[in-house]
């Protein structure tokens, strides 16, 4: 009997979508009365065009699902890959003396190979950054196809503003990367504030998340303030205490020194470093002097340097009353009597 000219080489798929990882299954059949001779499987067409299976060769990770039928050539694709994704063919041979001659080829799967994006790396800025103006941080991830996929930034929680992501290549590609910025206004207390990249895409059953913690980069510069104790007038031969407190700082690496009239003095002696309830931090130190002659309008400076950063500075002028005179200026009218004797800490604080 012979071959019937309208044989049939059915692909009953039009298109499959396949996991990464996952085994591809493409269905070919012959119907009616073939001529003699092979069925094999391309990928794309054209120039294009990639050998995937016939019945002589060695394809490692294709396999013939019936490699004995006559009429079913459904192949198994193994191990999928992002590079496997394009449009497959069954193609009927004809055997004859010379080469095989391409008689009939099939409708053609179009085979999309889902993946699913790296997870996202978030990063900041080179340096630490002090509250002010926006500070950009950067959220990428990669390896994923379709190219579809969204981005949402979220500090503690809360969905911050940003531009659309940044997807490549534009098309055609078997997989994609995406690139996504943010501005964030950085606040004092920020120590403990998370921020959070979160990426949707088609293979994902829940976002992929990325997180930066945002102590990470944050400075915030101590608030550095002098007082005296007593808080008025000295009087001479008498213990004066002068109080320092760099106040609501971040990191904690700080160091402070104590200077008279500009010399260092190690006679400070400082509390334990506190934590504020923000995350920030508190350091207090006091340094008990005599109040002799000798020390009449001396400067005691409260010298504080903080993350390697340039020193923040406070200081108080010590101003002695003599008992009588004080007692004398106590006894002057009230219209006079912040003249002479006025001993109110002179405070200066150098940024």
């Not at 002090?130 to 991830?141: I, K, L, M, N």
């Not at 971040?250 to 190690?266: A, F, I, K, M, R």
């Not at 923000?278 to 008990?288: A, F, I, N, P, V």
Request: charged content about 15%.
């Amino acid at each position: 009997m012979p071959p019937d000219p309208w044989f049939g080489l059915l692909q009953p798929q039009d298109a499959v979508s396949v996991a990464v990882g996952e085994t591809l299954t493409l269905n070919c059949s012959v119907t009616g009365n073939a001529p003699v001779g092979p069925v094999t499987w391309f990928k794309d067409s054209g120039s294009g065009r990639q050998l995937v299976y016939d019945q002589k060769g060695s394809f490692p990770r294709v396999t013939a699902a019936e490699p004995n039928s006559t009429t079913d050539f459904t192949i198994r694709i193994n191990d999928t890959r992002p590079a496997d994704a394009g449009v497959y063919r069954c193609v009927k041979f004809k055997r004859g003396t010379g080469p095989d001659e391409e008689i009939r080829s099939g409708a053609g799967i179009n085979v999309s190979v889902i993946a699913r994006p790296s997870a996202p790396s978030v990063s900041g800025p080179p340096s630490r950054a002090e509250p002010g103006p926006p500070v950009t941080f950067t959220c990428t991830s990669g390896g994923f196809s379709p190219r579809d996929i969204a981005v949402t930034w979220l500090k503690n929680g809360t969905e911050l503003p940003a531009p659309q992501p940044r997807v490549l290549p534009e098309q055609g590609s078997v997989s994609y990367s995406v690139s996504s910025t943010v501005g964030v206004n950085l606040t004092k207390g920020d120590a403990r504030s998370r921020l959070t990249c979160q990426i949707q895409h088609s293979s994902l059953s829940a976002p992929l998340l990325g997180t930066y913690n945002l102590g990470d980069i944050l400075r915030v510069p101590p608030r550095v303030q002098v007082t005296t104790d007593p808080p008025l007038s000295v009087t001479v031969n008498k213990s004066v205490t002068f109080n320092c407190s760099a106040k609501q700082f971040y990191p904690q690496t700080v160091s402070l020194t104590w200077l008279e009239n500009g010399n260092e003095t190690d006679l400070g002696q400082s509390s334990p470093l506190a934590e504020n309830p923000d995350g920030t931090y508190t350091l207090r130190s006091s340094l008990k002097v005599k109040a002799t002659e000798q020390r009449n309008q001396s400067a005691f400076t409260c010298r504080v340097v903080h993350d390697s950063q340039p020193p923040v500075s406070a200081s108080e002028t010590l101003r002695i009353s003599h008992p009588l005179l004080l007692e004398m200026n106590n006894r002057l009218p009230a219209c006079h009597s912040g003249g002479l004797l006025s001993s109110t800490a002179n405070r200066q604080t150098v940024p």
